[in-house]
């Protein structure tokens, strides 16, 4: 059975621009979220969706949105990038209340 | 608020050594925890579930305890190899209802295993 896979593996971007992710889940996983891993913050909560849902928001501004169709196949985009914003980006996907699986991650790093 | 806690930050262990890494959180409301391993720059790859149910689960060397009363689990690696170097994080997953499926982590422990 296929991994979470997710796309790109590396983007650079500038100040001010846009970025979008992609994630698609492991076969049958209807729930998908994100995370943000930094050296200082370490990993915290952006969101999840099930079912083309989102269920649950991290406390981040308003620049980070996501989507996920009806493939669960999912995208966050990032708009204004911002310094801070350099991070490895990880995508989880689980059946409900079982072991979440994680995706190998995009690295960000805006300039 | 559910805070998890990994101490310590890293460590440091001679080959064949069994290691033990600690994970404590504020709330014992979990649905489950789940241990990861995570190395440089790589995703975290899933290493054991714990049900709140659950008081331990085993997966070849690796064995992990969960005390929701004290708010306490614990990862043992038995005979450590060079291999097992890597950062390990713990996460728990707040009881099913509206928090969904949002994980809780550590901050993780980086553990280095001498040949």
């Known amino acids: 059975k296929a991994g979470v896979t997710q796309t790109p593996r590396y983007l650079i971007k500038t100040r001010g621009q846009q970025v979008t992710l992609s994630c698609s889940p492991i076969?049958?996983?209807?729930?998908v979220s994100w995370y943000q891993q930094t050296p200082g913050q370490g990993l915290q909560f952006l969101f999840e969706?099930?079912?083309?849902?989102?269920?649950n928001k991290g406390n981040f501004p308003g620049r980070f949105s996501g989507r996920q169709f009806s493939n669960s196949r999912s995208e966050m985009n990032v708009s204004t990038l911002e310094l801070g914003d350099s991070a490895l980006y990880l995508c989880?996907?689980?059946?409900?209340?079982?072991?979440?699986?994680f995706g190998p991650g995009t690295r960000l790093t805006v300039l | 608020k559910q805070e998890v806690t990994q101490i310590p930050a890293a460590l440091s262990v001679p080959e064949g050594e069994n290691l033990v890494l600690n994970c404590s959180f504020t709330?014992?409301?979990?649905?489950?925890l789940q241990w990861f391993r995570q190395d440089p720059g790589k995703g975290l790859t899933s290493l054991l579930l714990?049900?709140?149910?659950?008081r331990e689960q085993t997966s070849g060397r690796l064995n992990a305890s969960l005390d929701k009363s004290s708010g306490r689990s614990t990862l043992y690696i038995a005979a450590s190899q060079p291999g097992d170097s890597a950062t390990y994080l713990c996460?728990?997953?707040?009881?099913?209802?509206?928090?969904?499926?949002?994980?809780?982590f550590g901050g993780g422990t980086r553990v280095l295993v001498k040949p």
């Open positions: 989880a996907s689980r059946r409900e209340g079982n072991e979440q699986f």
């Open positions: 076969s049958g996983h209807r729930s």
């Open positions: 969706y099930f079912s083309e849902t989102q269920r």
């Open positions: 709330d014992s409301a979990i649905y489950n």
């Open positions: 714990i049900q709140s149910s659950q």
């Open positions: 996460a728990v997953t707040p009881s099913l209802g509206a928090a969904g499926n949002k994980l809780t």
